[in-house]
């Protein structure tokens, strides 16, 4: 395989994989009835004058399905950890005990369900219109070899290869949105 078409290709995978992980992480902070560390991972607190990441002031972690701890490693940090988990507006209510913040993540309701596997489809096509840009941008670098001397027969070969490898990475997302939906979906 030319260099440049290999180059092309390195460059889509790297695309193709951001576009899912980018999709995942945004999945992981989503609310499926169960309590997860990641529902806090948007959460930042002024720590000495910088706004720093939750995770690098506590631990955060689980004390069952429902309760999400945090346990922060400074306690005067207690009331400005609590004041930014209300501010996030998640629907929490931290209880501060002094030593810990503890978080009860209550169930979902049917309604709300509905609204979060809206927001999954929402994020699906996101990634999927991401997917799609990567194709076009891989196609239109094929176009630019064959004007620099790729051969018709190359560059055909290489537009079918990127096609199943947006194929695979749309069976990829569309497993990925499945798998969330029935974990949100199910009681």
Same mark, same amino acid.
């Given at each position: 395989m030319n260099e440049d078409v290999q180059m092309h290709f390195e460059i889509l995978e790297e695309s193709l994989n951001n576009s899912l992980t980018h999709l995942q992480k945004e999945l992981l902070k989503?609310?499926?009835?169960?309590? !997860?560390?990641? %529902?806090? /991972?948007?959460?930042?607190?002024? !720590?000495?004058g910088q706004k720093t990441p939750l995770n690098q002031v506590a631990n955060v972690g689980t004390m069952d399905a429902q309760t999400i701890i945090v346990q922060p490693?400074?306690? /005067? %940090?207690l009331p400005v950890i609590e004041k930014e988990i209300q501010k996030a507006n998640l629907g929490f209510n931290p209880q501060n005990n002094g030593e810990r913040i503890l978080i009860n993540v209550p169930p979902l309701t049917?309604?709300?369900?509905?609204?979060?596997?809206?927001?999954?489809?929402?994020?699906?096509? !996101?990634?999927?219109? /991401?997917?799609?840009?990567?194709?076009?941008?891989?196609?239109?670098?094929?176009k630019q070899l064959k004007e620099d001397g790729l051969s018709e027969d190359e560059q055909k070969?290489?537009?079918?290869?990127?096609?199943?490898?947006?194929?695979?990475?749309?069976?990829?997302?569309e497993s990925i949105i499945t798998e969330k939906e029935k974990e949100i979906m199910t009681v």
């Open positions: 989503l609310r499926a009835g169960k309590a !997860n560390p990641h %529902m806090l /991972s948007g959460i930042t607190v002024e !720590n000495y490693w400074d306690k /005067s %940090m049917e309604e709300r369900r509905r609204e979060i596997v809206k927001f999954v489809k929402t994020e699906e096509e !996101n990634c999927k219109i /991401s997917l799609r840009g990567a194709r076009r941008e891989a196609l239109d670098g094929f070969r290489a537009e079918d290869q990127v096609q199943e490898k947006i194929d695979e990475y749309v069976k990829k997302v």
